[in-house]
Structure formats: structure tokens, C-alpha cells
């Protein structure tokens, strides 16, 4: 029997440390490590790689703090438009969906779709009529709205009618996943995303994008990714990190090393990703200022952190 282990994050490059106050710091260790409880909830009962990644997303997709689910951000039309994958890594199977708004917990309608067709992506409504058929949970506008995203969105919309650019990678990115092995040695990995702040209606990043932003393999690892999600796509980030370690041998940390610092810094790609083998191994680096983020394996120890420092807390 494996070591199970689980890796979670909450976004990359969206932290500055002046502004975060230590009540909000408070908030977004609690969040993680919610989201982390839910998933060893699973693996600490045998449970599968597959269910434990669904439960870490749904908790931070419940987390208005993050960009994904109820805290999704607005598009430059004023709309919530949201994506999410699902991949197991026993099989290769996955379930991706973009641009959809509605389900409460996206991550199920991608669940939906690698466990209920044929297909690996659907969009629009057509994914809302399955994850309908499917009964899941919806919830109205109100439940989605938070005045933090919405007045990210105004304050972009002004700094574009002002003819000004900014670089806060806060505005380009934003995204939950998780990435799990289980007792059994088998990974698999969630992704899930509001986008970016004011980006065009129908723009689908990484996120969905089997290989780009999500992947899963018993062969190599499971991937999940946060950033600029069209860098990430162009240079298939997260089978980048599975390429390395199979056909150069590399080790899971030399690999998402490579692929984070340069792969994706020198090309404008700020973020960051986690990642797991099916040995129970995680590394979570990322090249900018900080990434929301957490881990936690079987000896007990769970572990947040959003710049360099974490904080420890011993599970009974």
C-alpha cells in the first residue's frame, strides 16, 4: 500500500503581502486547510485519488475568497463565466467544461462529463443541461456576486477606457485545484476557475485544456495548474511536467521546476502549479510573489502557506 499524499491551491501571483491584512491572511489558511480536510477526509478511508481531488475543489469552489465557484470573477461584460477538469490517472479519463455558470460546484459538471459521455469537453448549455439531468446543485446570481470582484472588474474597466495597462498578475489569474495519490497508487487531479478579470466573454484559459492546465497519469504525475493561462496553453505546461519525467528521467520536482522557472517565467507565464507522483511525492513551486496553497499526507501533518513560510497543523 501507497503513502497517500494531497497538494491543494488556491492561485498564484495574486497575493501582495502589504495588503493582506492578518484577519485575511487567517481566512485564506482556513480555506485551505478546509479544503484539504475534505480530501484527506477521503484518502484517510481508502478513498480514491479521483474522490478526494472532487472534494478539495468543491470546498474551495464554496470559498468566495478564490477564483473559482462562488467566487468566480466577472468578464468584461459583467457575466461569470466559469471552467473546470477533472482527470484519473488510473485510466486517462477526464471531464473538462468552459463558459458555464450556474452549477454550484463546476467541478461536478466535469466529473459529469468523464464519468457520464462519450467526450472529454462540453460548453455552454449544453454542459448545464447534463449537469441538470445529472440533479446537481444550482444557485442563483446572488449566490455567485461578491462586491471584491465586481469592483475588480470596474476598476479594470477604468484603467481600459484610460488608455492604462497593468501588469497585476491579480487581474490575469486566479484558480483552485487539487492533485491526490491514494493507498492504492493511483493520482488524479481537479482544476477550477472564474478566468480573468475582464477578459473577453467565451475566453476559456488553461484550466479545461487537458495538458495544459490539468493532467493525471499513473505513468508520471498529476498536475494541476494556476496562472497565465495562455502561456500555460502554448507551452502545454502541466504535460510538460509528465514529457520531462518520462522521456528524460527526470524526477517529479526537477521536472515542475523546469517547467515553472523556465518554460514559463521567461514567457511571461506568472503562476505556479502543483504536483504529485504516484509514489506519494509533491512539489508546488511557482515563480511569483506568492501562491495559495497547501499540503497534507498520511504521518498527519497539514500544511498551508501563501508566500515562502507555512503554517503546521497536526491532524487527529
Known amino acids: 500500500m501507497n503513502r497517500y499524499a494531497l497538494a491543494v491551491h488556491g492561485g498564484a501571483g495574486t497575493i501582495?503581502?502589504?495588503?493582506?491584512?492578518?484577519?485575511?491572511?487567517?481566512r485564506y489558511h482556513q480555506g485551505l486547510q478546509a479544503a484539504l480536510q475534505a480530501g484527506q477526509g477521503v484518502l484517510a478511508q481508502g478513498g480514491s485519488a479521483v474522490d478526494a481531488v472532487t472534494a478539495s475543489v468543491c470546498a474551495l469552489e464554496d470559498e468566495p475568497l478564490f477564483n473559482a465557484g462562488r467566487g468566480a470573477v466577472f468578464t468584461?461584460?459583467?457575466?461569470?463565466?466559469?471552467?473546470?477538469?477533472?482527470?484519473?490517472?488510473?485510466?486517462?479519463?477526464?471531464?473538462?467544461?468552459?463558459?458555464?455558470?450556474?452549477?454550484?460546484?463546476?467541478?461536478l459538471t466535469a466529473r459529469a462529463v468523464m464519468l457520464r459521455t462519450e467526450h472529454v469537453m462540453l460548453i455552454g448549455p449544453n454542459a448545464l443541461r447534463l449537469a441538470k439531468d445529472e440533479g446537481l446543485p444550482f444557485e442563483d446570481e446572488s449566490y455567485f456576486f461578491t462586491q471584491a470582484r465586481w469592483d475588480a472588474l470596474?476598476?479594470?474597466?477604468?484603467?481600459?477606457?484610460?488608455?492604462?495597462?497593468?501588469?497585476?498578475?491579480?487581474?490575469?489569474?486566479?484558480?483552485?485545484?487539487?492533485v491526490a495519490c491514494d493507498a492504492q497508487g493511483n493520482v488524479a487531479a481537479a482544476t477550477s476557475t472564474g478566468g480573468m478579470t475582464a477578459k473577453?466573454?467565451?475566453?476559456?484559459?488553461?484550466?479545461?485544456?487537458?495538458?495544459?492546465?490539468?493532467?493525471?497519469?499513473?505513468?508520471?504525475?498529476?498536475?494541476?495548474?494556476?496562472?497565465?493561462?495562455?502561456?500555460?496553453?502554448?507551452?502545454?505546461?502541466?504535460?510538460?511536467?509528465?514529457?520531462r519525467m518520462r522521456h528524460a528521467g527526470e524526477t517529479l520536482a526537477d521536472a515542475a521546476h523546469h517547467v515553472v522557472m523556465e518554460d514559463l517565467a521567461k514567457h511571461d507565464g506568472s503562476g505556479g502549479l502543483i504536483a504529485v507522483d504516484a509514489a506519494g511525492n509533491?512539489?508546488?513551486?511557482?515563480?511569483?510573489?506568492?501562491?495559495?496553497?497547501?499540503?497534507?499526507?498520511?504521518?498527519?501533518?497539514?500544511?498551508?502557506?501563501?508566500?515562502q513560510e507555512s503554517r503546521r497543523v497536526e491532524c487527529s
Open 154 to 178: 470596474q476598476s479594470t474597466l477604468a484603467m481600459r477606457a484610460a488608455g492604462q495597462e497593468d501588469d497585476d498578475p491579480a487581474r490575469r489569474h486566479g484558480t483552485v485545484g487539487a
Open 76 to 107: 468584461s461584460g459583467g457575466l461569470q463565466e466559469m471552467d473546470a477538469a477533472i482527470m484519473d490517472g488510473a485510466t486517462r479519463a477526464a471531464g473538462a467544461v468552459g463558459g458555464i455558470f450556474g452549477p454550484r460546484n463546476p467541478i
Open 16 to 26: 501582495n503581502r502589504n495588503s493582506l491584512t492578518p484577519e485575511m491572511e487567517d
Open 282 to 307: 509533491v512539489t508546488l513551486p511557482f515563480n511569483c510573489e506568492g501562491m495559495y496553497r497547501g499540503w497534507v499526507n498520511q504521518d498527519g501533518t497539514l500544511e498551508t502557506s501563501i508566500h
Open 200 to 243: 473577453a466573454p467565451g475566453r476559456i484559459g488553461d484550466t479545461p485544456i487537458i495538458g495544459a492546465g490539468t493532467f493525471a497519469d499513473n505513468a508520471t504525475c498529476a498536475v494541476s495548474g494556476t496562472g497565465h493561462g495562455e502561456v500555460f496553453i502554448r507551452y502545454n505546461a502541466a504535460g510538460e511536467v509528465a514529457a
